[in-house]
T-cell receptor, first 110, second 112 residues
Framework: TQLLEQSPQFLSIQEGENLTVYCNSS?????LQWYRQEPGEGPVLLVT?????EVKKLKRLTFQFGDARKDSSLHITAAQPGDTGLYLC??????????FGGGTRVLVKP | DTGVSQNPRHKITKRGQNVTFRCDPI?????LYWYRQTLGQGPEFLTY????????KSRLLSDRFSAERPKGSFSTLEIQRTEQGDSAMYLC??????????FGPGTRLTVT
């Protein structure tokens, strides 16, 4: 069984600070995705990383995929209250079905 | 709005009752996925369809659960004889057969 573990489970920071969320897998995924979920809504895809060592930037968000394709990180620079939400990593498996981590709840206080 | 829609958004039912949820995917997306999410956890895969064919079912999907996608468009998920442990958010996602999955807002089920 492929498992994804996210850390930390909860992160509370002040506006303007930086944060990093980690996602570690017990095995290799062909690709990995990061989602953000608001309360009462479905997850929204932020990025897909495919190549080991890949780094993708989306404005203030930086995503890294480990060389061995078993871990990933999400770094947010100068966090804003609008970044508050549940961040989920998901490994893409056969049939493109997703295996999600447990999520990291981020709270950015103004 | 051309996104994934799910109905109802909320459902409260008594233990032992049957419930059915509907998912309308984005038009022309041939893949449709169902996930379940309990409070404080990430979503867990339940089943998926390519067009009308159900290609995989998770072991989480007990005999009380059944899903259909009769014409390869909308899908329904039925839970028979609901139990309190079935209380969760049921999420549907559709995909144009690429990596991207587009999630609906979910149906929150509460079994009392």
């Amino acid at each position: 069984t492929q498992l994804l573990e996210q850390s930390p489970q909860f992160l509370s920071i002040q506006e303007g600070e930086n944060l990093t969320v980690y996602c570690n897998s017990s095995s290799v995924f062909s690709s990995l995705q990061w989602y953000r979920q608001e309360p009462g809504e479905g997850p929204v895809l932020l990025v897909t990383v495919v190549t080991g060592g890949e780094v993708k930037k989306l404005k203030r968000l930086t995503f890294q995929f480990g060389d061995a394709r078993k871990d990933s990180s999400l770094h947010i620079t100068a966090a804003q209250p609008g970044d508050t939400g549940l961040y989920l990593c998901a490994g893409v498996g056969a049939g493109n079905k997703l295996t999600f981590g447990g999520g990291t709840r981020v709270l950015v206080k103004p | 709005d051309t996104g994934v829609s799910q109905n109802p958004r909320h459902k409260i039912t008594k233990r032992g009752q049957n419930v059915t949820f509907r998912c309308d995917p984005i038009s022309e997306h041939n893949r449709l996925y169902w996930y379940r999410q309990t409070l404080g956890q990430g979503p867990e895969f339940l089943t998926y369809f390519q067009n009308e064919a159900q290609l995989e079912k998770s072991r989480l999907l007990s005999d009380r659960f059944s899903a259909e996608r009769p014409k390869g468009s909308f899908s329904t998920l039925e839970i028979q004889r609901t139990e309190q442990g079935d209380s969760a958010m049921y999420l549907c996602a559709s995909s144009p057969n690429r990596y991207e999955q587009y999630f609906g807002p979910g149906t929150r089920l509460t079994v009392t």
